[in-house]
């Protein structure tokens, strides 16, 4: 598999992180997200994926430790701008409550 890399932009404002991701999501970036992206103290954690190529099982894996990681404070997490081409993923795989 080539390598691809993941970009990320964070802005925490009010309990509200606002994470976003440009490149692939895939075995390989999906720890730098898991390890860069800190949910201390954020109620909604929202996923700009906008410029998101492509995401692999193991983003999926990410984005459902996140969920529940913030469902269990009582927090909450979403996907926004999500590409066509990935939308359907989530949705195959029963994931779309994450999308807005």
Do not use: H
Request: aromatic content about 8%; charged content about 30%; overall charge negative.
């Amino acid at each position: 598999m080539e390598n691809k890399e993941l970009k990320i932009e964070q802005i925490k404002k009010d309990g509200i992180l606002v994470c976003k991701l440009s490149g692939w999501l895939d075995p390989n970036t999906s720890p730098e997200l898991m390890d860069r992206v800190s949910v201390n103290g954020v109620k909604q954690l929202i996923f700009d994926m906008s410029d998101v190529e492509y995401v692999f099982s193991a983003g999926l894996r990410v984005m459902l430790i996140f969920q529940r990681m913030l469902e269990s404070e009582g927090g909450s997490i979403k996907l926004i701008n999500v590409p066509d081409s990935i939308r359907f993923i989530f949705e195959d795989t029963g994931l779309e409550s994450m999308l807005e």
